[in-house]
């Protein structure tokens, strides 16, 4: 059976620290700590505190929503409920705000290596 809180915290961690990495590799010309010496260090860490991964959990599916301040949008969402021929713990993309893809999964919160991306499933 598979555990979906930890599921959940997995994909977070993953999530948060694939952004932390992108931040880490964005350039940023002209910046607001351009002038400082560790201005690229406090820069990434600015934008890192920005970006949050919340849940929310529905009948069928766990919502995985990216927060960046007052923006938010769905980066996709996690069976909680074996339906339409997932299992649960299966990743889907997002199709809308309210509703997953169906076509396949991308994969499992319990796989070895999950690959996501900050930006969407």
Not at 56 to 61: A, H, Q, T
Not at 86 to 91: A, Y
Request: charged residues 30%; contains cysteine; hydrophobic residues 40%.
């Amino acid at each position: 059976m598979c555990d979906i809180e930890a599921g959940k915290a997995r994909v977070k961690e993953i999530l948060e620290s694939d952004y932390a990495g992108w931040c880490g590799r964005s350039d940023y010309p002209n910046g607001a700590f351009a002038d400082d010496a560790d201005g690229d260090e406090r820069m990434a860490e600015a934008l890192q505190s920005r970006y949050t991964i919340i849940f929310k959990d529905g009948r069928n599916y766990i919502k995985v929503i990216r927060s960046e301040g007052i923006r938010q949008s769905v980066v996709g969402f996690i069976v909680r409920k074996e339906t339409k021929g997932f299992k649960v713990g299966d990743i889907l993309k997002a199709s809308s705000w309210h509703a997953p893809a169906l076509n396949f999964a991308r994969g499992h919160v319990d796989d070895e290596e999950l690959k996501l991306s900050w930006a969407g499933i």
